[in-house]
Every structure is written in C-alpha cells, then in structure tokens.
C-alpha cells in the first residue's frame, strides 16, 4: 500500500459571540484538517491543532510544502519510520510549533489508516486499553466581557452540573483579584455537590502572581493547577511544585520527546498534558507516555480541536496507563470543551457526546469515526 495524495482542509466559522481566554479574543473557531489518501482505498484523517489564536494556514502550508513531498509513495504503515523523517528533514526550521503540528495532523491519519488496515481501533495497535470509558471533564468558564463575570460564572458551573459533568476547569488569569472572586462565586455555586473543579491560567502569570494565586486557591482543593507559568520558565513550574500543595500540570505548548524530556526530566509537573495535534501525533505521544511513566508522572492529554482531535485523543486515553497503581488509581479524564465549536459538534456522523457522566471510547477501525463531508465542505476555506 502506498500513499497517493494529501489533502488538505482548513475550516472556519466565525462565532456569534467571542471569547476570551487569558490571552487575547477567540473570534472565530477554526481547524486544519489533513486527509491522506492511499492505493488500497484506505483514507486517513488528522488534525494540526489550531491554537486559540493562531491562524490554521500556517500548518496548512507546512503540510503542503514540507511534508507531503515526504510523503507520497510512501508505505502508510511506516508510522515511526514516516515521523523520524517528517522531523529529521525538517528539523533545522521545527522542532515547535506549527511546523510539529503539521507531522502530528499526518502522524494521526496514518493511525488512522493502520487501524483501518487491520480493522482494528488504534488503542489494540497502542497495547490494547486500559479502559474503554472515560470520564470528562468540562472546560468552560470563558469571558463575554473580561472581568467582573463571577455571577455568571457561578451559574455556568450549575448548568455543567446539571449537563452531566462533576468535574470542571475553569479558565483563569484575568487579574489575580478578578480570578479569586470568580472562584468564590463559582465555589459557593458548587458547595455541598460532588463537584471537582480544576484551573487553568493560560500562563497568563510571573511566578509571584501565579503563587499568589495558588496559594488563594488552596481551600478548592483543586485536581490540578494548570499552566501558572509561561512554558519557557520551566523552573517557574518547579518552584510552583514545590510550594504549593495542589497538583500542577502542563505541556499543551510543548512538543515531541525532546521538549517533554527537559519539561519532565525537571520535576516541573504532576499531570503532562501533550496535545495530540500539536506534541508529534499519537506517535510522539507513545514516547511521552513511556518518559512520563519513567518519572511517575501521569499523562492527561489537553483537547481543545475538533472531533477528529477528540477522537484521537479518546484512543490515546484508553492506552494510557495509570502513573501510580493502586486498586482505586485516579484515572486519566477527556478534556470536554463546551463552548460553541461546530467542527466538534457536526464534523462526524456520531458525534462524541457524554452519557451519564462518561464518553464510551470508539471501537471501530481507526479513530472510530466517520467525517460528514456535507459538514466539511460547508466550513471548508
């Protein structure tokens, strides 16, 4: 079997309310998707995860120009070969990035393609799964206006609640003031429910503000404490470990083996959060895993694509092995965007919903799912 083509999609759609994050306006969703397209029949689909702010063209173009001319007549079934190669040839421009999210978006289709070879889902070519249900988590909590939102705040938190979901993250980093009032609103809301509630900053803070606000936060008894830091201040994250008490995760803005050597190697987090679209691809994530499991630190991967993103994520969660066994080990959970996001949503024939409190992995070949092409073209730039 051999690759024959490389398609690329990039989708928009503007939102009819934006948002913020800590670092800046989310004014439109969009994602870059990569379809490859094989002599047997057999297609595959990825994504490069767009982040919140950054234009989908740019790994778009890497994929075209870079990599794909790497690709063609290729044995789709070299997956490890196939990313050693898309990395050492473009590793003197690389190494971060868009240009790794572009090898992860066909790192994924080539899982997605193996699995269909062997019809099977690719958590059986990973090792096979350690569960085959995962719980989520809902991340929410962005702003319409900045500041000064924790009413409705504390409200979001009820209708997460009264959707399904016990566990919640809620984004911070709006001005240390404006994030404790927030989390008071939000944790009155909440009192006496089984309610866990996570937060994630978006390294909006120096070390000072984000120990400030750790240490403000400590009564939530908080899952973890994500992104306090920049990515870069790798010992900002270190000296947050150890002076604070909740957990402290990261690694969405990091990439490949070799930066989540230096990042776990440090001791900088309890929970690493490789995001399949951007780390290197479900093959990159396989040796993070193993890293990770070296230092006993548990892997949560960070999702924020679309539901080819989610779905990928889903199969890498069921071949994640628990950090610290125990007959109770706490267990990885599937990061759940709630905010509007129709390439989640409408972008597959079933979409992922949760159930009850849980999402059911995909059994079928590959990822699992099937792209509504309607829906592609629809969005498609």
């Not at 120990?211 to 790798?234: F, T």
């Not at 490789?274 to 396989?286: E, F, I, K």
């Amino acid at each position: 079997m051999k690759i024959t083509d490389l398609k690329i999609h990039v989708l928009k759609s503007p939102l009819a309310e934006p948002f913020a994050f800590s670092q800046g306006w989310v004014k439109q969703r969009s994602a870059t998707l990569v379809e490859i397209l094989t002599d047997g029949g057999i297609t595959g689909w990825g994504e490069a995860f767009a982040q919140g702010l950054e234009p989908p063209e740019i790994a778009a173009a890497v994929i075209d120009k870079a990599l794909k001319p790497l690709l063609i007549g290729a044995d789709p079934l070299d997956m490890e070969v196939l990313w050693h190669r898309m990395y050492h040839m473009t590793r003197d421009y690389g190494r971060k990035g868009s240009v790794v999210s572009g090898i992860s978006a066909v790192d994924i289709a080539l899982w997605d393609i193996a699995g269909k070879f062997h019809e099977l889902p690719v958590y059986r070519l990973l090792g096979g799964a350690f569960r085959t249900r995962v719980q989520p988590y809902a991340t929410g909590f962005y702003r319409i206006k900045g500041q000064g939102e924790a009413k409705r705040l504390g409200e979001e938190a009820i209708r997460h609640f009264e959707a399904g979901f016990s566990l919640m993250k809620v984004k911070l980093g709006y001005g240390v003031d404006d994030d404790i009032a927030c989390m008071q609103e939000i944790g009155r809301a909440v009192q006496g429910k089984p309610i866990t509630l996570m937060v994630d900053t978006n390294h909006a803070y120096g070390r000072a503000e984000a120990l400030k606000l750790g240490r403000a936060l400590d009564e939530y008894d908080l899952r973890w404490y994500e992104e306090p830091v920049v990515p870069e201040d790798v010992q900002g994250y270190v000296e947050m470990r150890h002076k604070l008490s909740m957990p402290i995760a990261g690694g969405e803005n990091e990439h490949t083996l070799y930066g989540f050597r230096e990042f776990i190697g440090a001791g900088a987090v309890d929970v690493a959060q490789p995001d399949l679209g951007s780390c290197g691809g479900l093959s990159a994530g396989r040796h993070i895993i193993a890293l990770a499991q070296s230092h006993g630190v548990q892997i949560n991967p960070h999702v924020w694509g679309s539901a080819i993103a989610q779905a990928a994520s889903l199969q890498f969660i069921a071949a994640v092995p628990v950090a610290h066994h125990s007959l109770f080990a706490q267990e990885p959970v599937l990061e759940y965007d709630r905010s509007s996001h129709p390439f989640r949503q409408h972008l597959i024939t079933r979409p992922i919903q949760q159930v009850g409190g849980w999402v059911e992995i995909p059994s079928g070949p590959g990822l699992g799912v099937e792209v509504d092409r309607a829906v592609l073209e629809k969005f498609r730039v």
